[in-house]
């Protein structure tokens, strides 16, 4: 599976941005779809992650009620709703594929990651 995460940017504090992911090499309609965050200095922490079954999601704290995680397995695809950004949403954003998994899987559980794409909140 390759994954390509696309939609970062530079924006302001309050602002809104949508990540999106796109899968190729395997239909992911099956599969849990997470999305994680680094920021300079800091360990990759998760974000929000939605199960192939339900479509149920889980997030972080930090996150909950600002970012919606959503998916098309029509389209191979994974989002990202982020609304009323802050300076601390600042970091790279992976998507992430976890082929044996569940919403309660850890980190180090997913088996394929995308490159990443910058998110940067001014405030």
């Known amino acids: 599976v390759q994954l390509q995460a696309s939609g970062g940017g530079l924006v302001q504090t309050g602002w809104s941005l949508r990540l999106s992911c796109a899968a190729s090499?395997?239909?992911?309609?099956?599969?849990?779809l997470g999305w994680f965050r680094q920021a300079p200095g800091k360990e990759r922490e998760f974000v929000a992650v939605?199960?192939?079954?339900?479509?149920?999601?889980y997030y972080s704290d930090s996150v909950k009620g600002r970012f919606t995680i959503s998916r098309d397995d029509a389209k191979n695809m994974v989002y990202l709703q982020m609304n009323s950004l802050k300076p601390e949403d600042t970091a790279v954003y992976y998507c992430?594929?976890?082929?044996?998994?569940?919403?309660?899987?850890?980190?180090?559980?997913?088996?394929?990651w995308g490159q990443g794409t910058q998110v940067t909140v001014s405030s």
């Open positions: 992430a594929v976890d082929l044996y998994g569940s919403i309660w899987s850890s980190l180090h559980d997913y088996d394929f």
């Open positions: 090499g395997r239909t992911f309609s099956r599969y849990t």
């Open positions: 939605i199960s192939w079954s339900d479509d149920s999601t």
